[in-house]
């Protein structure tokens, strides 16, 4: 353990998550000042800016938890809006896979979107030696710490200072502004652009979608548009065309 | 403030643990099982796919819609931060070009 905290890509983790930490700390600031404004007691929105740790599902339940709406509602609701991430689930699973269940719920339960985005560019594939193993795990800790903080420090801040940051000021925006610059830095090959114009048109064109499905509908879409426009690689065949049809 | 209510406590305790069931899901089961291969190439695609998705509606949306005017301080700060990251190379410098634009635009002139 010790070894792992002294480890360089930890530090590695911490800088990358520093960059955009302003982003998600303005962000965090202003779901603290919604969720107070929304009439939840002091102590349902401390419990829910320190355990929920997912912006979007909890800025989802607040007029269900003020409507009163039944509880299974607002699970429901938590679960699908939070969907996308079984996505990044799936494809972080062969790098967490020698850890403990426990370790990897606790790997899972810290992932909010940058982290797998950032992560997942610094290792595009799963270690194989114990060197990288490691280096991996250490750059996750680092990472994900330092979202954790930003989120949940910047969430009790505006918990405090409710009274005094209107939301119409719309600082919340820099969140959004984060996340573009990780997109730009992302989007370094022609098929990776098309991904994010695709995801972008689909998730507008899809938006009266209940429950943010229009997330999930925009990375279905881009990732089986890239598929498609992807050339075979070398060791397929050159005739059937990239779909579902080669699954196996 | 208001009332504490039990119910919605144990309500947020099942938040926390949605939070937990979808972002670990596919680490539950220890199966071996892997994906196959043209899955495990098109999540290449899906971190960018992701980010666009989240991000693009609330660039160009209001209440569900997409924006009629070129008024929105929104669209200057998204410009301005792209401009600054492909002159700089930076997100915090991104963010702090989109927000010094955004802010002026946005309380100043309402837009």
């Known amino acids: 353990m010790k070894r792992l905290f002294n480890h360089p890509d930890l530090r590695a983790g911490v800088s990358d998550m520093a960059a955009v930490a302003p982003g998600i700390a303005a962000w965090g600031l202003m779901t603290g000042v919604a969720m107070v404004k929304s009439g939840m007691s002091l102590i349902e929105v401390l419990l829910m800016a320190i355990l929920v740790f997912a912006g979007s599902s909890q800025l989802a339940a607040l007029p269900l938890i003020v409507a009163g709406a039944p509880m299974w509602v607002i699970l429901a609701t938590a679960f699908c809006v939070n969907l996308r991430f079984m996505v990044f689930s799936a494809h972080l699973r062969p790098y967490v896979m020698h850890q403990s269940l426990w370790k990897r719920m606790a790997n899972g339960y810290l992932m909010a979107d940058l982290n797998y985005v950032l992560f997942t560019k610094r290792f595009p594939h799963p270690g194989t030696d114990p060197a990288v193993i490691e280096a991996q795990e250490a750059y996750w800790i680092g990472n994900c710490a330092t979202g954790w903080v930003s989120w949940v420090g910047a969430s009790l801040l505006g918990i405090a200072l409710a009274n005094s940051i209107p939301l119409s000021w719309g600082l919340g925006f820099a969140g959004i502004l984060a996340l573009l610059g990780i997109m730009c830095s992302l989007a370094s090959t022609r098929l990776r652009a098309v991904s994010a114009g695709i995801a972008g048109a689909a998730a507008v064109a899809t938006f009266a979608l209940p429950l943010k499905l229009n997330i999930l509908v925009a990375i279905a879409a881009a990732v089986a548009v890239c598929l498609l426009l992807e050339k075979p690689s070398p060791a397929s065949p050159a005739a059937p065309a990239a779909g579902t049809g080669d699954a196996t | ?111």
């Open chain 2, 1 to 111: 403030m208001n009332q504490t209510d039990l119910w919605t406590v144990v309500t947020i305790i099942g938040m926390a643990l949605m939070t937990v069931v979808t972002r670990s899901f596919f680490f539950l089961s220890s199966k071996p099982w892997t994906l196959p291969g043209w899955a495990q190439r098109g999540l290449h695609y899906a971190p960018i796919a992701a980010l666009a998705a989240v991000i693009v509606p609330e660039m160009v949306m209001t209440q569900g819609h997409f924006i009629a005017t070129w008024k929105d301080a929104r669209l200057f700060a998204v410009a301005a931060g792209t401009a600054w990251y492909y002159w700089r190379h930076g997100v915090l410098g991104t963010i702090l070009a989109g927000m010094a634009v955004y802010l002026p635009l946005h309380m100043g002139l309402g837009w």
